[in-house]
């Protein structure tokens, strides 16, 4: 595999190296959250191994911008307090994985291949079929049988973020923030008007949404189950 390690601490950062190479991984290295997002856009990896405190950019955010970009890149986050908000925070900004430090040799190892074994999930996502709709996010329209409806830039973003997340529950915050790009409790009732005028588009019955459903207490999730 192609790894990207972003580490700042040189002996650990060279310590990993050492042990991917060693294992048959080419790897690139580099010591900071700026040159972790720009090395990670610029060149194709099949893995990020990412430290979570990280000079200039910290490691969710790092996490957050190579996640946007690249769906299906599997992220490793190295955690070094070890604390259950860290391993949350970590994975709710889209790590696949994370190890706690001090963490052994073999550890590290295992979870990289465990990884990479894993088959990706990415999608071109420029189409979504689902019962009776295709929704076309690249022309931005929704066709039901004969009924076609145009979705605004926004609404193709709010299709995007919930079905690139469908194995969990998307706050509005989170919508807000991503979506919108507004950060505020005071703002999510936009999200909630925003869901609604896209369930015309996209639901069969607008009253009963089976693509995007509410969870209540929690925001929408992307048809949780079946
Ligand atoms: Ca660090």
Redesign the pocket.
Known sequence: MRVLVV???PS?REGISDLLRGDGHTVTAVGDGIAGVETGLAETFDLVVL?????RLD?TEVCRRLRAARPGLPILM?T?MGSEDDKVRGLSEGADDYVTKPFSARELLARVRALGRREPVTESLDEVVVEGATIDLARMVVVRGDQRSTLTPREVGIVRWLYQHQDRVVTRAELLEQVFGQRGDLQTRAVDMAIAVLRKKLELDPAKPQLIISVKGAGYAWRLER
């Open positions: 580490e700042d601490e650990l430290d979570l405190m990280l000079p490691g190295l070094a």
